[in-house]
Nanobody, 114 residues
Framework: QVRLVESGGGLVQAGGSLRLSCAAS????????MGWYRQAPGKQRELVAR???????DYADSVKGRFTISRDNAKNTVFLEMNSLKPEDTAVYYC????????WGQGTQVTVSS
């Protein structure tokens, strides 16, 4: 059973940057397409970035050009580089598979002040 642990969130001013990490344990995620999701207060969880096992990436329009997803299969870890952050990026960020979701981790809070 895969266990996912997100980290790297924090409080940042608008225009700032953060780098999130998602460490997987219990099973390899190297063959899985992985995604970063976020959930803002009062809103549904949404997929903002995804990466295939081969490294092909795709982004939601709201983050395209600002966020970069990457992975290190040797370390069983997925990353999300977030630049030019906006207050509307404030949310709890989670990682998970894109297909056949596993148990959600605790997420990491990202707060962007204006």
């Amino acid at each position: 059973q895969v266990r996912l642990v997100e980290s790297g969130g924090g409080l940042v001013q608008a225009g700032g940057s953060l780098r999130l990490s998602c460490a997987a344990s219990g099973s390899s995620i190297s063959v899985n397409a992985m995604g970063w999701y976020r959930q803002a207060p009062g809103k549904q969880r949404e997929l903002v970035a995804r990466i295939t096992s081969g490294g092909i990436t795709d982004y939601a329009d709201s983050v395209k050009g600002r966020f970069t997803i990457s992975r290190d299969n040797a370390k069983n870890t997925v990353f999300l580089e977030m630049n030019s952050l906006k207050p509307e990026d404030t949310a709890v960020y989670y990682c998970n598979r894109v297909v056949q979701l596993v148990r959600w981790g605790q997420g990491t809070q990202v707060t962007v002040s204006s």
